[in-house]
């Protein structure tokens, strides 16, 4: 059998076992729930009975203070025990217990009216037998016969006496005598006798049944506790078994496993496992056998593999020295493990110099913290990636100057454990550069003159603030556009020929121009147009800067005009 097979034995043996334990674990309890029930029901039967005869007894009591004292509250107290008894007054709550030596003391009731309910329907709700029930519907009417006979003795003291037909209709002089000897003769403390009859008659009865139904349920609950045990014994019985057999057929065989893999943690890796059982255990130590054989081999490639690796390192490292970028490689600890002639010309060391050394020899001490955390985050994460990008990164030469550098990082996996592979460029010249672009660009912004910058087909790709100010046109709505939005039609086409011609031969045109402002009102500029090249000496932009010099021409027509007057004056005073 294997030992999957095995364990589903197991399992399903005990399933059962817990399940048959369960199962007679619920019917004991349901047993002690109808035991208990039986109990309760036994005691509330009891109860009904009991307030039966106490009701009886309170008429009684009633009715004989009644007769001796002439008291009209006991006639009513007596009429109210008669209303609850038979349901037609509202029923005290907790009226089986003491209640009306405390109304007869305080004038109170101790407790709140319930909803009204008879002795009789309460009786029903118990499920009496028919013969139990007969026994106390007997006593309820030999109660009410007496009823009788005490309403004749308390009308004797009200001087009123039955008519024969069960009224008391006929008024007379009141007969106290009468009275007490109806509530204290003989005939009274017979009929009284006789409704305790059937009352004896009925707890007997209930006895007998009860002890019956308690007998017979306190047999169920032995048997059940025989079948508790009975299956305890078994499951412990088959869990001795199960756990002999689980020891024997995979404890001892594990054991043999495990102290065989310790051996080959130890090194000895041409340990096999004896084990030639069919089970999956027999299939784990065959396929052990085969994974030491295949480490084994693994170790013999690794070692060769080592080897090469090793001789290759050594030809990158060369290599590395030709290459025209700083390189180092930094093990996880910070400490430089080589670096080649470019990085240290870089930083402005010797040959040799950095190897062995911490790449924090390289940070300035103002961002070393900052250096730290990043060497943290890479190792953590360890991709391809520049630590410059989106930020300024400096470096820190030997003489303590401090320069620009880009930084790109790579992991690698080496036989003496993991590297990164950095490559340094020194951008101090671009940062250099980028600062004078930058402020020749707020040169260009600021500018008194107007600045205009086309592609070589004559498209707006740049204008100034000034050309704004001067033209109208603001620079969204110039972008896109061609200069000849500036014109003013003063000019003749020949003009503009001789224009494009001079800048796209790559010299730089001079000259003035009539043009048209946004609102339409024409003014004179002076522009310098000249043409940008790229590396290969190809003409990619036009520049035009600009000044408004319609003052100056207004001025100097005003002058010409003053000396033609000047000259007509005086060829006419000759």
């Known amino acids: 059998m294997s030992i999957r097979s095995l364990f589903i034995l197991i399992f399903f043996m005990f399933t059962g076992l817990l399940g048959s334990l369960v199962y007679v674990s619920y019917l004991s309890a349901k047993n002690q729930e109808k035991l208990a029930a039986s109990e309760i029901r036994r005691f509330e039967s009891y109860k009904l009975a009991d307030q039966l005869r106490q009701s009886s007894d309170e008429l009684t ?3 004989r203070t009644y007769v001796v004292t002439g008291d009209p509250v006991y006639e009513q ?14 029923r005290p709550e907790n009226y089986e217990r003491i209640y009306w030596d405390f109304v007869v003391a305080n004038r109170n009731k101790p407790t709140p ?9 309460l009786m029903r709700k118990m499920n009496f037998t028919a013969e139990e029930f007969a026994k106390l519907e007997e006593s309820k009417a030999r109660s009410d016969a007496l009823v009788r006979l005490e309403e004749k003795a308390m009308n004797a003291v009200k001087g009123k ?3 024969g037909s069960g009224n008391f209709t006929i008024v007379m002089e009141p007969d106290l005598e009468m009275a007490r000897q109806i509530m204290h003769g003989e005939d009274y403390h017979r009929a009284k006798s006789a409704i305790m009859e059937p009352i004896s008659d009925f707890l007997a009865l209930l006895d007998a049944r009860t002890a019956r139904e308690v007998q017979d349920l306190r047999q169920k609950g032995r048997i059940h506790a025989g079948l508790m045990l009975s299956l305890a014994g078994i499951g412990l019985a088959f869990t001795l078994g199960a ?15 495990v102290a065989a893999a310790e051996q080959v943690g130890a090194g000895e890796y041409g340990k096999r496992v004896d084990h030639a059982s069919s089970d999956e255990l027999g299939e784990l130590a065959s396929a052990f056998n085969h994974m030491t054989s295949s480490i084994q081999r693994d170790i013999r490639e690794r070692e060769k593999n080592e080897t090469a690796l090793a001789q290759a390192e050594d030809r990158v490292i060369k290599l590395l020295d030709t290459a025209p970028v700083g390189l180092l490689l930094v093990n996880h600890d910070g400490v430089i493990r080589s670096a080649n002639e470019e990085v240290e010309r870089i930083f402005g060391y010797e040959r040799g110099e950095l190897s062995g050394d911490s790449v924090d020899r390289l940070v300035p001490d103002a961002t070393r913290p900052q250096h730290a955390d990043l060497r943290r985050s890479f190792t953590a994460a360890p991709e391809r990636r520049i630590m410059a990008k989106g930020r300024e990164l400096k470096g820190l030469r030997k003489d303590g100057s401090e320069i620009f550098v880009e930084v790109g990082l790579a992991p690698l996996e080496l036989p003496d454990g993991p590297m990164v592979a950095a490559a340094v460029h020194d951008i101090s010249d671009r940062k250099k550069a980028e600062s ?18 086309t592609n070589p087909e004559g498209v707006i790709e740049y204008v100034n603030p000034q050309f704004t100010e001067v033209t109208g046109y603001t620079a969204e709505e110039a972008l896109g556009q061609n200069p000849r939005v500036l014109n003013s039609g003063v000019q003749p086409a020949e003009f503009y020929e001789d224009l494009w011609s001079t800048i796209s031969a790559g010299k730089d045109w001079r000259g003035e121009f009539c043009n048209k402002k946004k609102s339409g009102e024409l003014f004179w500029e002076s522009a310098s147009i000249s043409s940008i090249r790229d590396a290969s000496g190809e003409i990619t932009h036009y520049v035009a800067v600009k000044e408004d010099i319609t003052n100056r021409k207004r001025m100097e027509e005003e002058l010409r005009r003053t000396n033609f007057h000047s000259d007509i004056t005086l060829e006419l005073t000759h």
């Not at 107290?77 to 509202?90: C, K, M, N, Q, T």
């Not at 020749?440 to 008194?448: G, I, K, M, T």
């Open 61 to 63: 009591r009633f009715a």
């Open 77 to 90: 107290y007596f009429h109210d025990v008669l209303a609850i008894r038979d349901g037609e007054g509202p």
């Open 113 to 121: 009216d319930g909803e009204p309910v008879s002795l009789h329907n």
């Open 161 to 163: 006496f039955d008519d």
């Open 243 to 257: 756990s002999f057999g689980l020891h024997w057929r995979v404890i001892i065989p594990v054991r043999k496993l």
């Open 436 to 453: 004078e672009l930058l402020r020749l660009s707020r040169a260009v912004e600021n500018s008194p003159s107007a600045v205009m910058i």
